[in-house]
Nanobody, 115 residues
Framework: QVQVVESGGGLVQPGGSLRLSCVTS????????MAWYRQPPGKQRELVAT???????NYADSVKGRFTISRDNAKNTVYLQMNSLKPEDTAVYYC?????????WGQGTQVTVSS
């Protein structure tokens, strides 16, 4: 069983930055494809960024050039660096670890972008 815990959310002004962290335990992070999702208020959950176990990345068009996903396998941690934040980035952000047919989700961390 893999546990996933997100942190780093909060309130930030438009144009600001935040770095989210996702710590996994129970299995080596290096084995997993990782992803960040978000769920804005009243909307469905959407994919933000992915990073495969080999390091390939992909981003939603809405965050390209502003968000960066990275991982530190030694720390079993995945990060999402978010720059130039906009009010429309307000959402609960979730981390997902996936390997083969198994997927593990965290509880989410709230990001609010507002002046």
């Amino acid at each position: 069983q893999v546990q996933v815990v997100e942190s780093g959310g909060g309130l930030v002004q438009p144009g600001g930055s935040l770095r989210l962290s996702c710590v996994t335990s129970g299995s080596a992070l290096v084995l997993y494809d990782m992803a960040w999702y978000r769920q804005p208020p009243g909307k469905q959950r959407e994919l933000v960024a992915t990073m495969t176990s080999s390091g390939s990345t992909n981003y939603a068009d809405s965050v390209k050039g502003r968000f960066t996903i990275s991982r530190d396998n030694a720390k079993n941690t995945v990060y999402l660096q978010m720059n130039s934040l906009k009010p429309e980035d307000t959402a609960v952000y979730y981390c997902k670890a996936r390997r083969l047919m198994y997927a593990y989700w965290g509880q989410g961390t709230q990001v609010t972008v507002s002046s």
